[in-house]
């Protein structure tokens, strides 16, 4: 009794408001490519090189595993080429491409394919890939050797390290005269030494802004995380001002602006509930300073996020109670 | 229905409002064969009351078993052709009973004979197959005790107006159902739900016999009962209950529409009235015989299927998409939707990204990016008991935005569905 037709049957809801993962992914490489231009810019060729291969390699690494492991390609959705842009973002631009390769397998496979790949990954995958990088070849991410051949015309030297050096030598240094050696306006302009893409600020910031207003990450995180800097930069400074920087020095340097927009903001390893992403940006923040502060790193980002990635699952228990709840 | 440039904003989902689609309904003509559904699975060996040939009148009431309670109306004059198994979501399967129509129309008369002085009983044996499908379950249940019954002049999912479209063109016979309705179930009150554009035009329901009225929302999900019985009621149900659990039941306004036409003219109504929505989403409202397969619907109305297009029996959100045109219109069908095969999403097999849309949009504050990695697992049990399963009101809202198109609706239903399979088959045990 039943005509011939095939008509195409499936679960409510019918409709879909028409985001997808690859969305998400090109805007945020859409809104990043203001600081790498400008990165490419300051450091020339080279950047483009470091960039262009962390990358290629990084979706390559995620085909290789994709086919060792008998999983459906998924190196289109764009996933693999985020990871591999912004561990490419906070390297410097003369790193060596065996290291940019070896960072990126790090990265996507460590990261992020041996726990299931997209989603599963409990810790951000460039940040994995940066810390294995700067533990075991420090001195290709040390960007006062790393960039020793460049001319830029102001000051050529990595502002955390600098201040770093001052506050373990008080008595030769005043942090605060260190600092005010750097004005604010060509930090946030991009006039420091550092990643390729993590100088810019004022590019980051509105790359920022743009994937805050279009919804692909969640303004709750990098607010606080903004706010915790600073005001734990506030306390430190206002405990010993000869030791410690200022809160926009803080802003400013290393890979705080990239971290608030671009790191923290990671889908998988952070929470998704309103107080979780509070306090997890608040933490990460704090742990930031604290780590550049009194830690024994120049810059404290790395493991600042990989402490609140572990913290993430637990963090993303306070939630509000559902409706109807019984007890 | 896409997503909006700025998505900072949570996105809002809006009932659409009925002015300009006041317009008199499309009137189908009696369908040649009428078909009727009846539960359980059904095979060719079993004893059945119906026997092929049967003559049955419009308005007859019909039973298949001996041993249930459960019966459908007849919708047309004519004779019983066939009777077959028809398979329904989850892979259940129930009994359709298809009939020949004849030349003239002939009303059965057992109605009539009681229909002099309402009463539940009465109610309850010959109006549960009418149009609106009024359900007197909750009535029975010694243990729950109904005191306020809520009528429904408003549909729950989006581009459906069917109830809308009653309680603005028929007030005068809902108020009568309303009445009838007080009087047989001793409920102590009466509420009246209406969207705002409706309360000028049906504002008038149940004012003679003391119904309240209140206004729904105009923001999906708000007219899905269970949301209405937090919003509007202010007593939140818990989870795994029913709003028959609180002292409250649900009726569509069709329904009590047709208990007023019912014991007013003694004649049980069976047609049907439904929201047509074409692929271009434009509507047409319907008024089918109950039984109508679907096909004659479109061909009255224009609408060509083709295929790989998609048939959805309801709207768009909470709807039950079907494999035939075959499928026939039944007591509760209040939309059909047409999508072109253009206009299909599809969801993938991508994992939860953990993005965080689901949770933020769930107007129940489930944890959903937790809840749909235990239902992927299978993990029925962990996900009720830890990440509330069951406080799910079925809206699909967290489908809907998914950024993963994951089928987390899908996943909901499927656990709902196998839990409610386990005291069953302990039983059989």
């Known amino acids: 009794m039943f005509v011939d037709k095939k008509l195409i049957v499936s679960h409510a809801p019918f409709w879909h408001n028409g985001s997808c993962i690859g969305e998400r992914n090109y805007h945020i490489m859409l809104a990043a490519l203001p600081a790498i231009i400008f990165g490419i810019m300051q450091y020339g060729s080279a950047a483009i090189g470091v960039i262009s291969l962390a990358i290629s390699s990084a979706m390559l690494w995620e085909l290789a595993f994709n086919r060792a492991a008998k999983r459906p390609d998924s190196i289109g959705d764009g996933s693999a080429a985020v990871v591999g842009m912004v561990l490419g973002m906070m390297l410097p631009a003369t790193a060596p491409w065996w290291l940019v390769i070896v960072g990126t397998f790090v990265a996507i496979v460590i990261g992020k394919q041996v726990y299931g790949g997209i989603g599963a990954n409990p810790f951000n995958p460039a940040i ?19 960039l020793v051949n460049y001319d830029f015309g102001f000051t050529a030297v990595y502002p955390l390290q600098l201040v770093k050096h001052a506050s373990k030598n008080p008595e030769i240094f005043n942090v605060a005269d260190v600092v005010n050696s750097f004005k604010i306006m060509d930090l946030l302009m991009g006039k420091q030494v550092g990643g390729i893409g993590a100088v810019f600020g004022l590019g980051i910031i509105v790359g920022g802004i743009y994937l805050i207003i279009r919804g692909f990450i969640r303004w709750e995180i990098s607010l606080s995380f903004i706010v915790g800097v600073i005001l734990t930069a506030l306390l430190f400074q206002a405990s010993d001002p000869t030791r410690y920087a200022c809160p926009m020095f803080h802003l400013l340097t290393g890979y705080t602006l990239l971290a608030a927009f671009f790191i923290a903001t990671e889908d998988s390893s952070s929470p998704v509930n309103f107080i979780p992403m509070l306090l997890y940006g608040a933490g990460m923040g704090m742990m930031t300073v604290l780590i550049r502060n009194i830690g024994a790193y120049a810059d404290g980002i790395i493991y600042a996020v990989l402490i609140m990635n572990v913290a993430n699952p637990l963090l993303d228990k306070i939630r509000p109670k559902a409706i109807g709840k019984a007890v | 229905m896409k997503k909006s440039f700025i998505g900072l904003t949570k996105p809002v989902l809006e009932y659409q409002s009925l002015t300009g689609l006041m317009t008199k309904p499309e009137k189908i003509a009696i369908p040649k064969k009428a078909s009727l559904f009846f539960k359980g699975a059904y095979s060719q060996k079993d004893a059945v009351l119906l026997k092929i040939g049967e003559k049955v009148k419009t308005g007859q009431k019909l039973c298949l078993y001996k041993n249930s309670d459960e019966y459908a109306v007849s919708p047309v004059t004519g004779t019983v052709s066939l009777i077959s198994s028809y398979l329904g979501n989850f892979g259940q399967s129930c009994a359709m009973v298809t009939i020949d129509t004849a030349d003239t129309e002939e009303f059965d008369e057992s109605f009539k004979a009681v229909c002099a002085a309402p009463s ?17 379950g909750c009535f029975s249940d010694p243990e729950k005790k109904i005191k306020t019954i809520v009528v429904c002049g408003t549909d729950s999912d989006i581009l459906v107006e069917t109830n809308g479209y009653i309680a603005a063109s028929k007030s005068d016979i809902i108020t009568k159902g309303v009445s009838i309705l007080k009087k047989i179930t001793h409920a102590s009150t009466v509420i009246v739900a209406l969207p705002k554009a409706l309360v000028k035009d049906a504002g008038a329901i149940g004012g003679a016999s003391g119904a309240e009225l209140r206004e729904i929302g105009s923001e999906y999900p708000s007219a899905l009962p269970l949301v209405m019985m937090k919003n509007v009621m202010g007593q939140p149900v818990p989870a795994g209950k029913g709003p028959g659990d609180m002292g409250v039941c649900f009726f569509s306004a069709e329904a009590v529409a047709s208990i007023g036409a019912a014991f007013t003219d003694g004649r049980i109504p069976v047609t049907k009235t439904l929201t047509l929505i074409r692929k271009d989403l434009s509507r047409v409202m319907v008024e089918a015989r109950i039984g109508t397969p679907i096909a004659d619907i479109f061909t009255a109305c224009g609408v060509t299927v083709s295929e790989k297009d998609r ?36 969801v993938s097999d991508y994992p939860c990204i953990n993005c965080g849309e689901c949770v933020r949009i769930c107007p129940m504050n489930i944890p959903v990016n937790m809840l749909v990695r235990f239902l992927e697992a299978g993990q029925y049990e962990e996900a009720a008991d830890m990440y509330d399963l069951h406080c799910c009101i079925e809206c699909g809202l967290c489908s809907f935005v998914c950024v993963s198109k994951m089928p987390i609706f899908q996943y909901i239903r499927l656990a709902k569905y196998e839990l409610s399979r386990i005291p069953a088959a302990a039983e059989e045990a």
């Not at chain 2, 075959?326 to 999508?339: F, G, K, N, S, Y």
Request: aromatic share 8%.
């Open chain 2, 120 to 136: 539940l009983d009465t109610a309850r044996n010959f109006l549960t197959g009418a149009a609106g499908s009024p359900c007197f």
């Open chain 2, 311 to 346: 048939i959805i029996i309801g709207g768009p959100m909470t709807g039950v998409s079907v494999y035939t045109e075959e499928h026939p219109v039944t007591p509760d069908t209040d939309a059909i939707m047409v999508q072109g095969s253009e206009d299909v999403s599809l």
């Open chain 1, 128 to 146: 994995v890939g940066l810390a294995i990088l700067s533990l075991s070849w420090g001195k290709f991410m040390d960007f006062d050797a790393a």
